[in-house]
């Protein structure tokens, strides 16, 4: 193993700045280059193409967004382009397939393939790839203006970039410890520009091809104990058959969490239309009343030994 490499690696990801993620994402993007790459083909130095990093970092913003929609910058109101390029992206989708977007790498196949969405996700990267060599490739090598020598090979505005055999087979035999660390960096940086909590749970889970929206029916029993006649939480018109909906009045993207206190009944089109936004105040103190009911019929119906 390369310690000096790992440890000028190390000293990159302590000493990023705060003004966005992009470090973190082109650091994550080559040591997963660094698991997948065969190394019965490579001589001395391995070329990584700019291109296919622009895809790891695609899926990256694309999984935090779909999912938790983290804000990414230190500027709200000029959000860093590549997860502007990401959501825009994202949005065609939906346009495209009517459907709420699942996770990059159930969607890629239609990324690649479908006539339109494929020719907006080719410009896509490309605009990703331009970003890349203007604002992260070189720059991820400076550390207090100072340049890192021997991390890789790269000249500014190059298409890839050439890293040794050895200090790759580093980063692969070292990847869980980098992963780990990418991610608690990612979670700091994140944390001053989101006031979500959860962030460091939210940015790890990413990584678990697993992760799913659990089904919300087994709250079905409990919901009906205070609204029986199925009232829609936003619009108080009652919901017919076939257009309920179960929603989290504080959205899951911000808790991260499935909890009695935060699900009510609503349309489905008054869900829709309530998109991923904190509630105003109104319908938190419905929320509080609501829950103030609830308690107190659950108190009953527990002590009245009933199943």
């Not at 331009?130 to 992260?136: G, S």
């Not at 909590?197 to 659990?214: E, N, Q, S």
């Amino acid at each position: 193993m390369n310690n000096t490499f790992l440890n000028s690696w190390y000293k990159i990801l302590r000493n990023c700045n705060y003004d966005n993620t992009y470090k973190m994402a082109w650091a994550k993007a080559i040591v997963e280059i660094a698991l997948e790459a065969d190394y019965r083909n490579i001589v001395e130095m391995y070329e990584i193409t700019l291109e296919f990093i622009a895809h790891k970092v695609i899926k990256y913003y694309w999984n935090q967004t779909i999912f938790f929609n983290l804000i990414q910058g230190s500027n709200p109101l000029k959000p860093p382009k590549i997860l502007t390029l990401t959501k825009e992206l994202i949005d065609k989708y939906k346009s495209l397939f009517l459907m709420q977007p699942i996770r990059f790498e159930k969607v890629h196949h239609l990324l690649t393939n479908d006539k339109v969405l494929s020719k907006h996700y080719t410009n896509t990267i490309k605009k990703i790839i331009t970003t890349l060599k203007a604002d992260v490739s070189y720059r991820f090598l400076n550390i207090g203006g100072q340049k890192l020598e021997k991390i890789y090979q790269y000249e500014k505005g190059d298409a890839s970039l050439f890293i040794r055999k050895q200090d790759l087979k580093t980063l692969k035999d070292n990847a869980q410890q980098i992963f780990d660390i990418i991610n608690y960096r990612w979670s700091l940086i994140l944390e001053t520009f989101n006031s979500t909590p959860r962030i460091c749970k939210k940015v790890k889970i990413i990584d678990d091809i697993g992760i799913r929206r659990r089904p919300l029916n087994r709250y079905i029993k409990y919901l009906d104990m205070d609204n029986p006649n199925h009232i829609c939480f936003i619009c108080d018109l009652r919901i017919e058959s076939g257009l309920l909906s179960i929603d989290h009045v504080i959205p899951w993207s911000y808790l991260y969490s499935d909890d009695l206190w935060n699900l009510v009944y609503t349309h489905k089109g008054c869900n829709s239309a309530k998109s991923n936004v904190i509630p105003e105040e109104r319908f938190i103190r419905k929320l509080e009343e609501r829950n103030k009911r609830l308690l107190q019929t659950l108190s009953l119906w527990k002590n009245s030994g009933l199943p």
